[in-house]
């Protein structure tokens, strides 16, 4: 006991737990619907990963914070919207140049949230209520009701969701998860490795103590707020990429899709601690489930809409009935472990 | 220590005003490296404004500040910890979700752009070891005791090379072996050449880690002295000489019959064997420091947070008070020292908050509030208690402090107790509106009312009270007559120079 509990940290056994979840679901729906798992079952759940997931890892750098950003859905719907705009009067517009507008317009858009969470010093949750409103406003306002037409894009973007890095079998593992792959690893690195990221965890952990630390708090909460508007710039290209028919409407609903997915995936909404694989592993639940619900006619469709609702509810209630436990579990042990440590020094 | 050392850091005429309280006044003090010098002061004193300009969460208004010799400005903690100046205080300031390593190194700008993370275990294993500390870097600070994580806090100082570590009651919570082995860890700072000041509420252990104490009283440095030059009877003499500015106008009240009889009275881990009677017309002031638990004595007869051991005995009949509203249909009201927060309900009219609690009274059968009622008793205490207000129907958030209080007292007096608990009645309320809630509470004795005041104000309480009961980290330490209680007598006890057996 005491050398697997010096193995696994509590949050590593939470992602093991998750891949045993996604192993169950997959082995449940298999049972119950016939030819369940094919090919055109995996690209469609890994292309609507894809866009989720770069979700979750900007909303999990806010999260870590201690914060909440509503206004994802909003920007993703107003990149979309706008930067499909823009290519459709420029159609030889440069991929990277499409891309670099995409992540700048997104994170603009959160530079506003973070100005007022981190230096105004409004909740972030009223603060986001109020730019998923204002966003989502804005791109009605000037969008004329007009809607972004897939024959008018040019056709680099159009294929590119079904440009394909290499296949296994039937599968293909396509350029756009290769994209949210990268991502997810870029910043479970960042959240490992780099100062900035490790101060992400401690000013969820502690924010009275982050003020009297010494580092610059504020301007770490501001710079979260910035990559996740910029992350959500990214997913909303994606989403032009996808769908290529964009109307007022795009990408509503996403705010709760990346909540859900971070807070299954174990990222605190206490802050101080989650990691992006398990935000990713969030993602493909959540993913999962919603695609596999649509196929099982014993679920009705109305019920289908509260499954997010009851897999946060449940998450958050494993999180502070068992996580916590186990923490502090460890924490005593890895202190026992220290007094054994000390006593043989001792000795 | 070198008395002829350059002070590390030096504070001069530094003054700071907040409102209408002059919260340090004229201070000049400086720390020299290698000593350890301890502030020590009432509540109230200046003590924890004169660490807060030290760490850059305040600016004085006037005064200077010199690091080594050299002018510095600081404007915040990032400032004060460039400068070389840390304080951990009395809550440590750890991360909870990270290792004792990171929490270390957190604060490092230094350490390059990537986490070395066994780089930074060893870093952090070679200060604990320095320290003599005996911590895995690898461990969360989750599951810590305070005293680990204070030592994780002086290791951080430590690995930033700090000058001047402030301990703000760093022993408050802490068990006797483990103040032990903090003042070890203070020694060998101050052996390694750092200046330590240590704020501390027990005279006891002031004496014993000290080099220096300094004295504040009222915002002023009343004294600084090397250690052999000072006692706890020194110490304490500087820290209440105060001239009794105020006056009292003590009626003298024939003692009536037994109210309310208290016996052994505790709640578990906050306070334990409290004894003491209250009768009607009788004043029975409760002294004690930040921490005693007088309060949690009050909450506790009030019902907030009952009592689990013990008896109250309330005219002669034994209750078990388990909420307020079983204190209130008893006859026991309390008046709460945070007025802002508990007390009134700001936005409401001052006639809404006057009948809250006894709402029930102002109600139509069909459960409508009697309004030109509930005006009637507004302004009737509006009245007798000279409260100033346009209308009863002012919002209480627009009255001044003394007002608001006198809002509060009316509130409690409407529904007629026969005991009335009053915590720090007249904190943060200037001269003149003090003077009256004094006179007040005086009437409400010479009607019949069994009062306790609880009251950081030590002239207050000597000048109000019939006796005066000490507390001292939940303990009850000594009841005074009015005859013989003093200043020094009452802060002696509470600073636990002495315990004094009562038979109640």
Same mark, same amino acid.
């Given at each position: 006991?005491?050398?697997?509990?010096?193995?696994?940290?509590?949050?590593?056994?939470?992602?093991?737990?998750? *891949?045993?979840?996604?192993?169950?679901?997959?082995?449940?729906?298999?049972?119950?619907?016939?030819?369940?798992?094919?090919?055109?079952?995996?690209?469609?759940?890994?292309?609507?990963?894809?866009?989720?997931?770069?979700?979750?890892?900007?909303?999990?750098?806010?999260?870590?914070?201690?914060?909440?950003?509503?206004?994802?859905?909003? /920007?993703?719907?107003?990149?979309?919207?706008?930067?499909?705009?823009? *290519?459709?009067?420029?159609?030889?517009?440069?991929?990277?140049?499409?891309?670099?507008?995409?992540?700048?317009?997104?994170?603009?858009?959160?530079?506003?949230?973070?100005?007022?969470?981190?230096?105004?010093?409004?909740?972030? /949750? /009223?603060?986001?209520?109020?730019?998923?409103?204002?966003?989502?406003?804005?791109?009605?306002?000037?969008?004329?009701?007009?809607?972004?037409?897939?024959?008018?894009?040019?056709?680099?973007?159009?294929?590119?969701?079904?440009?394909? /890095?290499?296949?296994?079998?039937? *599968?293909?593992?396509?350029?756009?998860?290769?994209?949210?792959?990268?991502?997810?690893?870029?910043?479970?690195?960042?959240?490992?490795?780099?100062?900035?990221?490790?101060?992400?965890?401690?000013?969820?952990?502690?924010?009275?103590?982050?003020?009297?630390?010494?580092?610059?708090?504020?301007?770490?909460?501001?710079?979260?707020?910035?990559?996740?508007?910029?992350?959500?710039?990214?997913?909303?290209?994606?989403?032009?990429?996808?769908?290529?028919?964009?109307?007022?409407?795009?990408?509503?609903?996403?705010?709760?899709?990346?909540?859900?997915?971070?807070?299954?995936?174990?990222?605190?909404?206490?802050?101080?601690?989650?990691?992006?694989?398990?935000?990713?592993?969030?993602?493909?639940?959540?993913?999962?489930?919603?695609?596999?619900?649509?196929?099982?006619?014993?679920?009705?469709?109305?019920?289908?809409?509260?499954?997010?609702?009851?897999?946060?509810?449940?998450?958050?209630?494993?999180?502070?009935?068992?996580?916590?436990?186990?923490?502090?579990?460890?924490?005593?042990?890895? *202190?026992?472990?220290?007094?054994?440590?000390?006593?043989?020094?001792?000795? | 220590?070198?008395?002829?050392?350059?002070?590390?850091? %030096?504070?001069?005429?530094?003054?700071?005003?907040?409102?209408?309280?002059?919260?340090?006044?004229?201070?000049?003090?400086?720390?020299?490296?290698?000593?350890?010098?301890?502030?020590?002061?009432?509540?109230?004193?200046?003590?924890?404004?004169?660490?807060?300009?030290?760490?850059?969460?305040?600016?004085?208004?006037?005064?200077?500040?010199?690091?080594?010799?050299?002018?510095?400005?600081?404007?915040?903690?990032?400032?004060?910890?460039?400068?070389?100046?840390?304080?951990?205080?009395?809550?440590?300031?750890?991360?909870?979700? #990270?290792?004792?390593?990171?929490?270390?190194?957190?604060?490092?700008?230094?350490?390059?752009?990537?986490?070395?993370? &066994?780089?930074?275990?060893?870093?952090? !294993?070679?200060?604990?070891?320095?320290?003599?500390?005996?911590?895995?870097?690898?461990?969360?600070?989750?599951?810590?005791?305070?005293? @680990?994580?204070?030592?994780?806090?002086?290791?951080?100082?430590?690995?930033?090379?700090?000058?001047?570590?402030?301990?703000?009651?760093?022993?408050?919570?802490?068990?006797?072996?483990?103040?032990?082995?903090?003042?070890?860890?203070?020694?060998?700072?101050?052996?390694?050449?750092?200046?330590?000041?240590?704020?501390?509420?027990?005279?006891? %252990?002031?004496?014993?880690?000290?080099?220096?104490?300094?004295?504040?009283?009222?915002?002023?440095?009343?004294?600084?002295?090397?250690?052999?030059?000072?006692?706890?009877?020194?110490?304490?003499?500087?820290?209440?000489?105060? &001239?009794?500015?105020?006056?009292?106008?003590?009626?003298?009240?024939?003692?009536?019959? #037994?109210?309310?009889?208290?016996?052994?009275?505790?709640?578990?881990?906050?306070?334990?064997?409290?004894?003491?009677?209250?009768?009607?017309?009788?004043?029975?002031?409760?002294?004690?420091?930040?921490?005693?638990?007088?309060?949690?004595?009050?909450?506790?007869?009030?019902?907030?947070?009952?009592?689990?051991?013990?008896?109250?005995?309330?005219?002669?009949?034994?209750?078990?008070?388990?909420?307020?509203?079983?204190?209130?249909?008893?006859?026991?009201?309390? @008046?709460?020292?945070?007025?802002?927060?508990?007390?009134?309900?700001?936005?409401?009219?001052?006639?809404?908050?006057?009948?809250?609690?006894?709402?029930?009274?102002?109600?139509?059968?069909?459960?409508?509030?009697?309004?030109?009622?509930?005006?009637?008793?507004?302004? %009737?205490?509006?009245?007798?208690?000279?409260?100033?207000?346009?209308?009863?129907?002012?919002?209480? %958030? &627009?009255?001044?402090?003394?007002?608001?209080?006198?809002?509060?007292?009316?509130?409690? #007096?409407?529904?007629?107790?026969?005991?009335?608990?009053?915590?720090?009645?007249?904190?943060?309320?200037?001269?003149?509106?003090?003077? !009256?809630?004094?006179?007040?509470?005086?009437?409400?004795?010479?009607?019949?009312?069994?009062?306790?005041?609880?009251?950081?104000?030590?002239?207050?309480?000597?000048?109000?009270?019939?006796?005066?009961?000490?507390?001292?980290?939940?303990?009850?330490?000594?009841?005074?007559?009015?005859?013989?209680?003093?200043?020094?007598?009452?802060?002696?006890?509470?600073?636990?120079?002495?315990?004094?057996?009562?038979?109640?």
């Amino acid at each position: 006991m005491k050398n697997l509990m010096r193995r696994f940290a509590p949050d590593q056994i939470r992602e093991l737990v998750l *891949l045993v979840l996604i192993a169950v679901i997959l082995l449940f729906f298999n049972s119950q619907i016939e030819n369940y798992f094919n090919a055109r079952f995996f690209n469609r759940v890994s292309a609507s990963v894809s866009i989720v997931g770069v979700l979750a890892i900007a909303q999990t750098l806010v999260f870590l914070t201690r914060n909440y950003d509503l206004s994802i859905g909003s /920007i993703v719907g107003f990149t979309a919207f706008f930067v499909g705009q823009y *290519l459709v009067a420029h159609n030889d517009m440069h991929p990277v140049l499409v891309v670099l507008m995409a992540i700048g317009m997104g994170a603009l858009m959160g530079s506003v949230n973070g100005l007022f969470v981190a230096y105004g010093r409004i909740p972030s /949750i /009223i603060v986001t209520l109020g730019t998923l409103a204002l966003y989502r406003t804005i791109l009605v306002e000037f969008s004329n009701a007009q809607t972004i037409l897939t024959a008018k894009l040019p056709d680099w973007i159009v294929d590119m969701p079904r440009l394909n /890095i290499f296949s296994v079998g039937d *599968l293909d593992f396509r350029f756009m998860v290769g994209v949210m792959l990268l991502v997810v690893i870029v910043f479970q690195l960042v959240f490992r490795y780099l100062p900035y990221g490790r101060r992400l965890y401690a000013i969820g952990s502690n924010p009275d103590a982050a003020r009297m630390a010494g580092f610059p708090a504020q301007r770490i909460v501001f710079t979260a707020y910035i990559l996740c508007g910029a992350l959500s710039g990214l997913a909303g290209f994606m989403f032009l990429s996808r769908f290529g028919n964009v109307t007022v409407v795009a990408g509503q609903g996403l705010e709760i899709s990346s909540i859900a997915a971070v807070v299954v995936g174990g990222v605190s909404n206490n802050g101080g601690s989650g990691s992006a694989i398990g935000a990713l592993m969030g993602a493909i639940i959540i993913d999962l489930i919603e695609n596999s619900l649509i196929r099982w006619p014993v679920i009705s469709e109305f019920w289908r809409d509260s499954i997010l609702g009851i897999l946060i509810l449940l998450a958050v209630a494993s999180d502070t009935l068992v996580m916590s436990r186990l923490r502090n579990m460890w924490a005593r042990s890895e *202190l026992q472990l220290t007094a054994v440590h000390a006593e043989k020094q001792d000795k | 220590m070198n008395k002829n050392s350059v002070p590390v850091l %030096e504070m001069r005429h530094i003054s700071k005003q907040f409102d209408m309280t002059q919260a340090l006044d004229d201070v000049t003090f400086s720390l020299h490296p290698g000593e350890i010098h301890a502030l020590v002061g009432e509540n109230g004193a200046g003590k924890s404004t004169l660490i807060k300009i030290m760490t850059g969460v305040y600016r004085p208004d006037q005064g200077e500040i010199l690091l080594n010799g050299n002018h510095i400005q600081i404007h915040n903690s990032l400032d004060a910890q460039k400068h070389g100046i840390a304080a951990i205080y009395q809550e440590p300031m750890t991360f909870p979700d #990270l290792n004792v390593a990171e929490n270390i190194f957190i604060s490092h700008e230094d350490r390059g752009s990537v986490v070395n993370w &066994n780089k930074m275990v060893t870093d952090a !294993e070679k200060i604990l070891d320095q320290l003599g500390v005996k911590l895995n870097p690898r461990a969360q600070a989750r599951g810590l005791t305070l005293a @680990a994580q204070q030592a994780v806090e002086i290791a951080k100082a430590i690995s930033l090379n700090v000058q001047v570590l402030i301990m703000d009651e760093p022993t408050a919570s802490l068990s006797v072996h483990e103040v032990s082995q903090l003042f070890k860890l203070a020694r060998s700072l101050r052996d390694k050449g750092v200046a330590v000041l240590f704020i501390g509420h027990r005279l006891e %252990e002031v004496l014993e880690i000290a080099d220096r104490v300094t004295v504040l009283r009222d915002g002023k440095l009343i004294s600084s002295a090397h250690r052999a030059e000072v006692t706890v009877d020194t110490i304490i003499r500087d820290m209440v000489g105060r &001239n009794v500015e105020e006056f009292f106008n003590k009626k003298t009240v024939e003692k009536g019959d #037994l109210l309310v009889s208290v016996r052994n009275l505790g709640r578990e881990n906050i306070f334990q064997n409290v004894n003491f009677d209250v009768h009607r017309g009788e004043i029975l002031g409760f002294a004690g420091l930040i921490g005693s638990r007088r309060t949690d004595v009050g909450l506790a007869l009030f019902g907030i947070e009952p009592a689990d051991s013990g008896e109250i005995v309330f005219e002669g009949k034994s209750r078990k008070i388990g909420s307020p509203q079983e204190a209130l249909s008893l006859g026991i009201a309390y @008046a709460t020292e945070d007025r802002r927060q508990l007390g009134l309900t700001m936005p409401m009219s001052i006639a809404s908050n006057i009948t809250l609690p006894t709402l029930k009274k102002y109600l139509t059968k069909l459960g409508l509030i009697r309004q030109n009622e509930e005006a009637a008793t507004a302004e %009737e205490y509006r009245k007798k208690l000279e409260l100033r207000a346009p209308s009863v129907f002012s919002a209480v %958030e &627009n009255l001044s402090g003394g007002n608001q209080q006198k809002v509060m007292l009316s509130k409690w #007096l409407n529904a007629n107790p026969k005991l009335l608990i009053l915590d720090e009645p007249t904190r943060g309320i200037d001269i003149g509106a003090k003077v !009256e809630v004094h006179h007040i509470v005086n009437e409400l004795a010479a009607q019949g009312l069994g009062v306790i005041l609880i009251s950081s104000d030590l002239p207050e309480v000597l000048g109000m009270s019939d006796r005066i009961l000490v507390m001292r980290e939940g303990r009850q330490m000594a009841i005074f007559d009015r005859a013989e209680a003093t200043e020094e007598k009452i802060m002696t006890a509470a600073m636990g120079q002495q315990r004094e057996e009562v038979p109640a």
